[in-house]
């Protein structure tokens, strides 16, 4: 059984950075695709960004775009997403999630793995 484990949120001020981690235990993550996801206060959970499993193809929320970077170490089991000028709109539990298969996009249901998340706050 696949499991995903989130790290690398904390506080940041507004225009700073961060970078996630998703680590994966119990498969190797070169046969899936995986997608960040966000869920804010009060908000339905929102996709973020994905990548294919060989790393070849990403995709991003408009809301993100030119902003985070997703990419991913198959040697260490492990995606990342970098965050840059990060926003107070941006202050989320970011969630990474696995679909065996080349290419997912960013709705929720084509994942079938899901991390326990990690809290990203941005405020001053």
């Known amino acids: 059984q696949l499991q995903l484990v989130e790290s690398g949120g904390g506080l940041v001020q507004p225009g700073g950075s961060l970078r996630l981690s998703c680590a994966a235990s119990?498969?190797?993550?070169?046969?899936?695709?995986i997608g960040w996801f966000r869920q804010a206060p009060g908000k339905e959970r929102e996709g973020v960004s994905s990548i294919t499993s060989s790393g070849g193809i990403t995709k991003y929320a408009n809301s993100v775009l030119g902003r985070f970077t997703i990419s991913r170490d198959n040697a260490k089991n492990t995606v990342y997403l970098q965050m840059n000028n990060l926003k107070p709109e941006d202050t989320a539990v970011y969630y990474c999630a696995a679909s065996r298969g080349y290419y997912r996009g960013l709705g929720e249901s084509e994942y079938n793995y899901w991390g326990q998340g990690t809290q990203v706050t941005v405020s001053s």
């Open positions: 119990g498969g190797t993550l070169d046969y899936y695709a």
